[in-house]
Structure formats: C-alpha cells, structure tokens
C-alpha cells in the first residue's frame, strides 16, 4: 500500500509538503491543479511544475486528481469533441511527468454536497462535514452552492470551483431531459475516446463515486452501488477503466456493504487506488464524517483494509480523506493537516497488522 495525502499546491494549500514528508509512513501525494477550470488543457508546464516541487520534497507523484470532465461532455453536447480533445492532451501531458492514475468523476453539475461544512461534534467538540437531507430540501441548488462557498473558509474546494457553476441553473434545465440510461451512453462515448489513449500511454482512469450515494435533485447520479460500478467497468471492458473506491461516498449509504464491494472489484483488479475515511450515521440520508477509527463511526476500517489486502495490489495507491477539524485547525474544510495525519498513521497501523497477521497465517 502507498499512503498519499491530497496537496492542493504550495499557492493553494495551507499545508506545506514539508509537513506531509513528516507523516510517518508517506510515501507521495494524489495531486491537484485546483485552479484549472474543466475542459482546459493541463500544459507541460505547470504539470512540470507542480511534480519537480512534490520531488524535491522527497515525495512521489504518480496520482493525479479533479481532472474535471466538462459539463458538455457529461450532457453529450456537440461541443463534446473539442472538450474530450483537450483531456485526452492533458492525459498525454500528466504522463509524460510520471502519472499512472488520474482521479476523475462523471457526477452530473454538483460533485460532492454537504449541508454544513462545519458541524460540531459534541462528544469532543471538533468540527466535521455533515449532510441532512431535511436540510437539503428546504434549500434550492444555487441556495446550496453560496452557502458552501460562503462556509469554506476562503479555500477552493474540489467539484466546487465558480467558474463549473457560473451557468448552474442553465444547466439543471439542461439535466431535466437526460435520463440516466442517457448520460450512461454520454460516459460511453467519453471512455471509448480516452480508454485507448490511457492504454497507450499506461495511465488508469479512476472514476469516483457519487457523493452522498443517492440521487440528488432529480439529477441523474450513476455511480454509488455495486450495480452502477458494474455497468461503468462495462462500458469499455479494460483495466485502464478503473475505480477510485472512496468507502466514505459510498459508505454514506449504509445499504452499502464495503468491504463487499471491495473484494468483488479488487478481484477483477479495477481498483486503481481508494479514498478510505469513516461516517456516522445519524438517521435516513443524515451522516457526518467521522475519525477514521472504527469505533467513531458506522464503517468497519478493520475489514476494509483486510478487504484491499487480500484483492489489491499490495502498491495500491491510497490516502486518508475528509478529517475533521481538531486542536483549533482552521483550514480547507475536510482537508485540515492533523486529522488526515493521524488517519494516514491509522490505517497504516491496521495495514501492518493484517500483513503480519498474514505473515503468521502463512507459516502455520
């Protein structure tokens, strides 16, 4: 298993990569160019960039994230081709710098949705994002998307950037035609475009789930259940069409079974790298994120990481997501330095455990 950590660059991120060299365990980050708007080009240039200072600071770079997927390939609009031509540059681009897995989702508008980006923990008195449904529908879309602005601290967050929701209401009404038979072809022709060239050039795309595991405002959702990822690795049979198991987004919904799912795709080796964290649920589509220790949440880490030790590659790429925020942090919501930091230290305590136990198992 190689341990990474989300580093939005030293203009973008609090959290400097002398920091997360410090983690015990560390070996590289899943990366981002939070400011590239999606449909743009990723130059060499900045790509070079933004490797050479993970490099220098000891770290690998071999994941990259939010290679957003533009709203007119998603909704298959004849602009489509220029937009897929531009990422299918990009994908040559990240590899010749050394990228093997890059991190993409095919959600329709909205990426990941919380109703408070800072709800308080009464047991400790942390922060963490948490989801209520209830709340969610007193609010409309455009509602939502200015309180998240409005909560995050200054900070970009990812799936949120203005310039994807400066024509939010364009494009729902857009939406209201499409049905999710429909979009799931539109995500056809997008694979069957740049599943060949990642082949080629030996690089896996790994799609996300949809974040919280339901349909959202009417939208046609497509990736949160075994059933969905299913027909996604079918869409273009290759094991350049991969998954980004986040247990987080998927495990929001507890009709989930995780370590299920991560066994069925890890024996068919489509998991090219996963996001592990905890929920707490809290009642019918009401959960907040949680410590990444078992006993915090709803989520048996334990068996997770079992599950992607006997099916996946024993370099799979994985980082700890979503922490809460402790010991007075203020920073990216979700993405604070100490928690993630113990939640790296975490999973890797439960990683050596396994392998030894295995170890002992063997030799028996």
Known sequence: MKMTFRWYGSDSDSITLKQIKQIPGM????????????????TKEEIREYVDEVHAAGL????IESVNVHEDIKMGLPTRDEYIANYITTIRNLAEYGIKVIVYNFMPVLDWLRTDLARVIEEDGSNSLYFDERELGSMTPLEIVRKTAEDSNGFTLPGWEPERLAELEKTLKQYESITPDMFRANYKYFLDAVIPVCEEVGIRMAVHPDDPAWPIFGLPRISHSQEDFDKIVALHDSPANALCLCTGSLGSNPDNDIPAIIRHFGEMDRIACLHIRNVKYLGYR???EAAHLSSTGDLDMFEIVKAVYDTCPRDVYVRPD???????????????????????????????????????????
């Open 60 to 63: 690998e770079c071999e994941v």
């Open 322 to 364: 979503h922490g809460r925020m402790i010991w007075d942090e203020v920073g990216r919501p979700g993405y604070g330095l100490y928690d993630r930091a113990l939640g790296a230290a975490y999973l890797n305590g439960l990683w050596e455990a396994v392998d030894k136990c295995a170890a002992t198992a063997r030799r028996s």
């Open 27 to 42: 070996s590289g980050l899943m990366g981002v160019l939070d400011y590239k708007a999606a449909g743009e080009v990723w």
């Open 286 to 288: 009401r959960f907040r």
